[in-house]
């Protein structure tokens, strides 16, 4: 049973920005603190932002410049990326936070071209 979908990636130039969303159950929206996950090439999964109600956290890799919002009516936990960087290019997954607590999906390719 597939618990937490990923979408929203694309390939965009240097400076764009693309919007993650990641749907989950009403269940597990409530239940959790979620975040969002990415894998960079060669790079450990690391976590780029979580939040819990008003609470939010971000690495200092992207503070300023990603935003994650939830959303209580469609159960979503997206994350509002801007002014992107070659960098930031790998593969996006949501999960809970602190502690993983689903099995991962298959996440969503970022890839920002300079």
């Keep these: 049973q597939v618990q937490l979908v990923e979408s929203g990636g694309g390939s965009v130039q240097t400076g764009g920005s693309l919007r993650l969303s990641c749907t989950v159950s009403r269940s597990i ?13 060669g790079r450990q999964r690391e976590l780029v932002a979580n939040f819990r109600g008003m609470y939010k956290e971000y690495a200092d890799s992207v503070k300023g410049r990603f935003t994650i919002f939830g959303d209580q009516a469609k159960f979503t936990v997206d994350l509002q990326m801007d002014n ?31």
């Design 84 to 114: 992107l960087k070659p960098e930031d290019t790998g593969v996006y997954y949501c999960n809970s936070h602190p502690g993983i607590t689903f099995s991962w999906g298959q996440g969503t390719q970022v890839t920002v071209s300079s």
């Design 29 to 41: 929206f409530n239940a959790y603190n979620l975040g969002w996950y990415r894998q960079l090439p």
